[in-house]
């Protein structure tokens, strides 16, 4: 479960007990904010596909790396699958360093997994 619905579990618990600070009926009172909108709030914050890193090619590339190349993950329009692809500052290429074609957005890969 992700930590976001964690949250929201609690917070609809929360709304049960008989001095809860958030009121579980259709509108604000007394300052106090309905349930469903501190959902909303949350929900707007969570990966729902809403919401993404992905940067359009057409707004902007990546920056030239300082040295060789750098790894993204990148979105083309013939291929469904998001994968890894190297920028050097003026083209894309793949593993086999074999240019990629038809990039339309990318974005930085995600941080080294460290383990527990």
Same mark, same amino acid.
């Given at each position: +479960? !992700?930590? %976001?619905?964690? /949250? %929201?579990?609690?917070?609809?618990?929360? *709304? =049960?007990?008989?001095?809860?600070?958030?009121? +579980?009926?259709? +509108?604000?009172? #007394?300052?106090?904010?309905?349930?469903?909108?501190?959902?909303?709030? /949350?929900?707007?914050?969570? #990966?729902? $596909?809403?919401?993404?890193?992905?940067?359009?090619?057409?707004?902007?590339?990546?920056?030239?790396?300082? =040295?060789?190349? #750098?790894?993204?993950?990148?979105? *083309? !329009?013939?291929? /469904? *699958?998001?994968?890894? &692809? =190297?920028?050097?500052?003026?083209?894309? *290429? #793949?593993?086999?360093?074999?240019?990629?074609?038809?990039? /339309? &957005?990318?974005?930085?890969?995600?941080?080294?997994?460290? $383990?527990?």
């Amino acid at each position: +479960m !992700n930590v %976001l619905e964690k /949250i %929201l579990e609690e917070i609809k618990e929360a *709304t =049960f007990q008989e001095d809860a600070p958030i009121y +579980m009926g259709d +509108m604000e009172v #007394d300052g106090y904010v309905r349930a469903s909108r501190i959902e909303e709030i /949350i929900r707007s914050h969570m #990966d729902d $596909g809403s919401k993404s890193d992905w940067i359009p090619c057409s707004e902007r590339l990546p920056e030239k790396p300082v =040295f060789g190349e #750098d790894s993204y993950i990148v979105q *083309t !329009n013939n291929i /469904i *699958t998001p994968f890894s &692809a =190297f920028w050097d500052g003026e083209e894309w *290429t #793949d593993v086999s360093d074999d240019k990629v074609k038809g990039v /339309i &957005a990318w974005q930085p890969l995600p941080k080294r997994y460290k $383990g527990k």
